[in-house]
């Protein structure tokens, strides 16, 4: 595994560490397929009890990696859109800190989660339109229930940015903090949900997200299609291909 991707396993909790810093955490085809992997593991583990993906006080995540769009054929399988069907799947709680860009899937992962905390510094963006693609992650189907079809059709088709303040209010995370205190909030509230009966935990989340289970698997087949169709059209590629220049 490279060092874009740093872990650690302690007391039950897992955590994930972004750490592609120079390029704002953006996600390659690699760093999903490690994601993958850990995800993985972390569902096979059972003296696993939480999992954290954070970047840290200044960058979150800036979304997929570009250059991976420009260079991708109609033939090839996105990494991407595989660890969206693991993060849909994913079982156990999963918590996320957040600061800084939170670009693309650096929001919509975060309709997944469990508990997210933001940093004051936190700015989010679903910039799909703008570049030629579609909501994805089963965002068109969760961040329409949390904010209704007008909200989400401007978040997600005029791709306004919004600070922590709004997504707050709009139901995506759960606690705004200083940037200092992000790192150790997020590891405090995920042991504190580590240190819960396992048993009662698993049971609760599983019945809070069972009435979606059907839907969010279907919401996010018809999603990959129409991004893997989108991903490689000709209006797509050039959007990109200025977005380079």
Do not use: W
Request: charged share 15%; aromatic share 6%; hydrophobic share 40%.
């Amino acid at each position: 595994m490279s060092n874009l991707i740093l872990t650690t396993e302690k007391q039950g909790v897992f955590t994930i560490t972004l750490n592609r810093i120079d390029k704002k955490n953006a996600l390659t085809n690699d760093m999903y397929k490690q994601l993958c992997q850990y995800f993985s593991y972390v569902e096979q583990t059972e003296s696993i009890h939480c999992l954290v993906i954070q970047g840290n006080e200044s960058c979150f995540c800036a979304g997929n990696d570009l250059n991976d769009f420009i260079q991708s054929s109609a033939n090839d399988e996105l990494a991407a859109l595989e660890f969206v069907k693991v993060l849909s799947e994913f079982t156990k709680p999963l918590v996320a800190g957040v600061a800084g860009v939170a670009v693309g899937i650096g929001t919509t992962l975060l309709l997944h989660c469990d508990m997210v905390i933001a940093a004051v510094n936190s700015k989010f963006k679903l910039p799909f339109t703008q570049l030629g693609l579609c909501p994805e992650a089963g965002s068109s189907l969760l961040l329409t229930q949390k904010v209704g079809p007008n909200k989400a059709f401007e978040l997600m088709v005029l791709g306004q940015t919004f600070n922590a303040e709004q997504a707050l209010s709009y139901g995506i995370t759960n606690q705004i903090c200083q940037p200092k205190e992000l790192i150790a909030l997020t590891a405090d509230v995920a042991q504190t949900i580590a240190n819960l009966p396992v048993e009662s935990v698993m049971t609760s989340r599983r019945l809070i997200r069972q009435a979606n289970k059907l839907a969010l698997s279907q919401v996010i087949s018809d999603e990959s299609q129409a991004f893997s169709h989108l991903v490689n059209s000709d209006e797509c590629k050039n959007i990109l291909a200025k977005f380079f220049k």
